[in-house]
């Protein structure tokens, strides 16, 4: 079964830093897409920042400059770098993958289950 799982979410001062990373499991031989969502309270979920197979990434405007997204594809793992967070940033981020294809099957879209970060002023 293909799951994406999630870590590194957590509480953090403004200013600070956070890691998150997003490990893909399930006999995975290719995944087109690969990013990071968020959502606030009350608010919709939006696209934080995204990688393609190929590498090139795509990044909402208010984290360009401070978070940076990476990945293996190797590993099917994708890393968010979070940087400069802001009190704006808390939100539950959830790791997203597209047209991924494993033990024959393609799914369209997956989601991890989300992680929770806080940013404190």
């Known amino acids: 079964q293909v ?3 999630e870590s590194g979410g957590g509480t953090v001062q ?9 490990a893909a499991s399930g006999s995975i031989f ?6 990071w969502y968020r959502q606030a309270p009350g608010k919709r979920r939006e696209l934080v ?4 197979e190929g590498g090139s990434t795509d990044y909402a405007d208010t984290v360009k400059g401070r978070f940076t997204i ?12 979070m940087n400069s967070l802001e009190p704006e940033d808390t ?15 393609w799914y369209r ?7 929770l970060v806080i940013v404190s002023t």
């Open 3 to 5: 799951q994406l799982a």
């Open 14 to 22: 403004a200013g600070g830093s956070l890691r998150l990373s997003c």
């Open 30 to 35: 290719s995944i087109e897409s690969m990013g």
């Open 49 to 52: 920042a995204g990688v393609t």
């Open 70 to 81: 990476s990945r293996d594809n190797t590993k099917n793992t994708v890393i968010l770098q």
């Open 91 to 105: 939100a539950v981020y959830s790791c997203n993958a597209k047209g991924l294809v494993a033990s024959g099957t």
């Open 109 to 115: 879209e997956v989601w991890g289950q989300g992680t």
